[in-house]
Structures are given as C-alpha cells and as structure tokens.
C-alpha cells in the first residue's frame, strides 16, 4: 500500500468517525458485581433533533448465580433545565422456563431490552440525565456486573 493510499483511508477514516451516529451507549461496570443503590449508575446525553425518534434500550449484564428472573428497575430522568425528577418504573423479563433469554457466554448473561414500546421523541433540546436504581427487595443486587442505556436514533 503505498504512502498516498494510506492518507486517503486515514482521512476517510476520520470523517466517518467524526459525523453523528444517532447512537448513545453507555455501560457502568459494578464494583464487587453488586448493585447498590447507594450509588445509582447515571447517564447523560444531549439531544438536538427533538423530530426524531429513538429505541431506548436497558442493558443488564449478570453471572448465571444471579438468583431471580427479572429485575425491576427505576428508571429517574431529569429534561434540560428542569430540577424535578421523572420517575418510572420497569419489570425486565430475564429467563423464562428456565433459561436466560439474553446472549451468553459461560456463566456470563447480556441482555438488551427494548424499555417501551413505541419510539420515544426527547421534546426539548438539550442534555437529559438519567439514574437507573434496582427496585428488588435485596440490597445489594448480587451477581451483577454491569447496567447500562442505549439510544438508537430511528432514520
């Protein structure tokens, strides 16, 4: 490959991953693979096209020894300049007769699940801040590695 191929790849390279991807994927690893809600994951991403729409996704990775087969979830919101939390509230479906309905490998379990139903539309501009708390009756969650939000911007 000669020197000027090189820079023509390099400069491509470099303009595709400079454009916008309507994606915004976040992942907290847990400390001790346990969820606590002493410190809540957070999120936070900015929104400029408020025509669009988007997939929200929660991700949810565990150990098999995770002992339960959903986990519910708070999911708390605050809109651009607002100092009033949302709050909502999720029952996540992880295994149903017996086996783990996410991607595995080992004693390893990765979900990715759709939180609603239909595309959501972020009605202001602006920079969203989201904290996700488990709402088990245990604390901590044990056999969690990590949590995290995915937004994927509908074309």
Not at 40 to 48: H, L, R, T
Not at 72 to 92: C, H, M, Q, T, Y
Not at 114 to 137: A, C, S
Request: charged share 25%.
């Amino acid at each position: 490959m000669s020197f000027k191929q090189l820079i023509v790849i390099a400069s491509l390279l470099m303009f595709v991953s400079c454009t916008e991807t309507g994606l915004y994927e976040k992942v907290v690893f847990l400390k001790g693979n346990e969820w606590s809600n002493a410190e809540p994951p957070g999120f936070n991403f900015d929104i400029k096209d408020t025509s669009a729409n988007y997939l929200v996704y929660f991700l949810f990775r565990h150990a098999d020894a995770y002992e339960y087969n959903n986990v519910w979830i708070k999911l708390n919101s605050k809109l651009p300049g607002d100092s009033v939390a949302r709050s909502e509230r999720f029952d996540i479906l992880l295994a149903a007769n017996g086996r783990w309905l996410g991607s595995g490998m080992d004693d390893i379990f990765d979900h990715r699940v759709l939180l609603y139903k239909d595309p959501v539309r972020f009605i202001q501009p602006g920079n969203y801040t989201i904290q996700i708390n488990h709402d088990m009756r245990v604390e901590p969650l044990n056999h969690v590695f990590n949590v995290g939000l995915r937004l994927e911007k509908l074309k």
